[in-house]
């Protein structure tokens, strides 16, 4: 018998460390890290972490991420989450290598978010071209190398990091919008304005520089083997993964699941921690609720999930809650456009009356109460979708009541209005970390 017991824990002892390097257990990280670290925030989901957040008031940044760690959900500066990337990547040949950091993976994936951030990394004298290297490359989609040459006329990025940004931006330009390969022909993919100002920079910039030599290469029609060197993907059939968005049906049916689970055991999956991705959904509303969508279209994205009947009311409401953060940093004219259709949708059966009360307040129990949009009900757009909502005669008066206090400004109390004013401008410079990354050097 005793041979059997000792059998049984040997491989219940091999099956726990299998699985705790692949997902740590949240005791485990929570005794490893500082218990006064105002930045770590030990919960299992995102729906936990959510439910007992308690907001940005007093938050204190977590220090020196790279020897410390920092749990996924805490707040950071943007030059923290390039440490945290260094920190889950290590030195890199390839850049490639840099999708193993899961908060890359999002940036890369988002990028419009961290367009200001991302500059305002450059010109920052303190950062070294290392750690600059992996803004230009998480950026690369937005093609800043206009903008970049910019910053270099104005004296505030020097020539060696100019010419990583062209290298970067500009080769990636050319390889991703090229149908064919992109070192046969580069000049086919840019427009001709794009071309008038390559040859201004070429004969403003100094003759004997890197990036002249390489822009006079793209200008005879040859692409630089430096610029090759350094892009993210040579061939166009390993894009779809990573600029694709993640699945937003996928995501919101984890998250249903997930706010089950933490409302009827305080935690999910047994205290195992997991990616928190209905986060991203909630911080990058903007792409996952696209505002020119098509009342036909078949994609399952977040107006799909509000506008057609296969959804169940729980995915309704969370999809409802997931657009909550609209307005912290694109313009409120997104959710108006919501407002606008949610009527049509409600009468066609596919939104019940509590779906569109949960327009006006949240229906997840957090550190906010409404949604952002809120905060710009001035907005020309915002009024003229609540006198709409308002005119429709199939609503109740009290549900008019409550869109008639936004039209106002007077839903909410002017210390909670001023408190998401604060949570606005505080999350202009504080960015979520999405994945834990584990102390080192202790």
Same mark, same amino acid.
């Given at each position: 018998? *005793?041979?059997?017991?000792?059998?049984?824990?040997?491989?219940?002892?091999?099956?726990?460390?299998?699985?705790?390097?692949?997902?740590?257990?949240?005791? =485990?990280?929570?005794?490893?890290?500082?218990?006064?670290?105002?930045?770590?925030?030990?919960?299992?989901?995102?729906? =936990?972490?959510?439910?007992?957040?308690?907001?940005?008031?007093?938050?204190?940044?977590?220090?020196?991420?790279? #020897?410390?760690?920092?749990?996924?959900?805490?707040?950071? =500066?943007?030059?923290?989450?390039?440490?945290?990337?260094?920190?889950? $990547?290590?030195?890199?040949?390839?850049? +490639?290598?840099?999708?193993?950091?899961?908060?890359?993976?999002?940036?890369?994936?988002? !990028?419009?978010?961290?367009?200001?951030?991302?500059?305002?990394?450059?010109?920052?004298? +303190?950062?070294?071209?290392?750690?600059?290297?992996?803004?230009?490359?998480?950026?690369?989609?937005?093609?800043?190398?206009?903008?970049?040459?910019?910053?270099?006329?104005?004296?505030?990025? &020097?020539?060696?990091?100019?010419?990583?940004?062209?290298?970067?931006?500009?080769?990636?330009?050319?390889?991703?919008?090229?149908?064919?390969?992109?070192?046969?022909?580069?000049?086919?993919?840019?427009?001709?304005?794009?071309?008038?100002?390559?040859?201004? $920079? =070429?004969?403003?910039?100094?003759?004997?520089?890197?990036?002249?030599?390489?822009?006079?290469?793209?200008?005879?029609?040859?692409?630089?083997?430096?610029?090759?060197?350094?892009?993210?993907?040579?061939?166009?059939?390993?894009?779809?993964?990573?600029?694709?968005?993640?699945?937003?049906?996928?995501?919101?049916?984890?998250?249903? +699941?997930?706010? +089950?689970?933490?409302?009827?055991?305080?935690?999910?999956?047994?205290?195992?921690?997991?990616?928190?991705?209905?986060? $991203?959904?909630?911080?990058?509303?903007?792409?996952?609720?696209?505002?020119?969508?098509?009342?036909?279209?078949?994609?399952?994205?977040?107006?799909?999930?509000?506008?057609?009947?296969?959804?169940?009311?729980?995915?309704?409401?969370?999809?409802?809650?997931?657009?909550?953060?609209?307005?912290?940093?694109?313009?409120?004219?997104?959710?108006?456009?919501?407002?606008?259709?949610?009527?049509?949708?409600?009468?066609?059966?596919?939104?019940?009356?509590?779906?569109?009360?949960?327009?006006?307040?949240?229906?997840? !129990?957090?550190?906010?109460?409404?949604?952002?949009?809120?905060?710009?009900?001035? &907005?020309?757009?915002?009024?003229?979708?609540?006198? #709409?909502?308002?005119?429709?005669?199939?609503?109740?008066?009290?549900?008019?009541?409550?869109?008639?206090? $936004?039209? *106002?400004?007077?839903?909410?109390? #002017?210390?909670?209005?001023?408190?998401?004013?604060?949570?606005?401008?505080?999350?202009?410079?504080?960015?979520?970390?999405?994945?834990?990354?584990?102390?080192?050097?202790?």
């Amino acid at each position: 018998m *005793n041979k059997y017991i000792m059998r049984f824990l040997k491989a219940s002892l091999i099956i726990f460390l299998i699985l705790d390097s692949y997902c740590p257990l949240c005791s =485990t990280i929570s005794t490893t890290h500082d218990p006064h670290n105002r930045g770590y925030v030990d919960w299992p989901s995102w729906a =936990t972490y959510l439910f007992h957040h308690p907001g940005y008031k007093d938050y204190q940044l977590p220090a020196d991420i790279t #020897k410390n760690g920092c749990h996924w959900g805490s707040w950071v =500066t943007f030059s923290q989450k390039i440490e945290a990337i260094q920190a889950r $990547v290590g030195p890199f040949t390839d850049p +490639r290598e840099l999708f193993r950091s899961k908060d890359f993976l999002v940036m890369y994936k988002h !990028p419009d978010y961290y367009k200001d951030a991302v500059l305002d990394y450059l010109v920052d004298e +303190r950062h070294t071209l290392e750690e600059k290297k992996i803004a230009i490359y998480a950026s690369s989609r937005l093609y800043l190398w206009k903008k970049c040459y910019q910053l270099y006329q104005e004296k505030k990025i &020097d020539a060696l990091l100019l010419e990583w940004t062209f290298s970067i931006h500009l080769g990636n330009f050319i390889a991703q919008k090229h149908t064919g390969n992109c070192y046969e022909n580069p000049l086919k993919t840019l427009h001709p304005h794009d071309v008038h100002f390559l040859e201004r $920079v =070429t004969q403003e910039i100094p003759k004997e520089s890197v990036l002249h030599r390489d822009i006079q290469s793209i200008l005879h029609n040859n692409f630089p083997e430096i610029w090759w060197q350094r892009l993210m993907f040579s061939e166009i059939g390993h894009l779809d993964y990573y600029t694709e968005l993640f699945s937003f049906y996928d995501l919101l049916t984890d998250a249903v +699941r997930d706010e +089950r689970y933490s409302k009827e055991w305080g935690s999910a999956f047994g205290g195992i921690e997991h990616f928190p991705y209905f986060l $991203v959904i909630m911080e990058h509303p903007q792409n996952y609720y696209p505002t020119h969508f098509e009342l036909s279209s078949t994609k399952k994205d977040g107006i799909a999930a509000l506008r057609d009947g296969c959804y169940t009311n729980e995915e309704k409401s969370m999809s409802i809650f997931g657009m909550s953060q609209f307005g912290m940093l694109e313009s409120s004219g997104c959710y108006a456009c919501m407002i606008e259709n949610a009527v049509e949708w409600y009468k066609n059966g596919h939104l019940s009356l509590q779906h569109l009360y949960q327009l006006f307040t949240c229906n997840f !129990p957090t550190f906010y109460k409404y949604p952002f949009f809120i905060l710009d009900y001035k &907005d020309k757009s915002i009024q003229e979708a609540l006198d #709409k909502f308002m005119a429709e005669p199939a609503l109740p008066c009290g549900l008019k009541d409550i869109a008639r206090k $936004v039209k *106002n400004g007077t839903l909410a109390t #002017k210390e909670e209005m001023a408190y998401m004013e604060g949570y606005r401008q505080f999350r202009k410079t504080h960015f979520t970390l999405y994945e834990t990354i584990p102390p080192r050097g202790r």
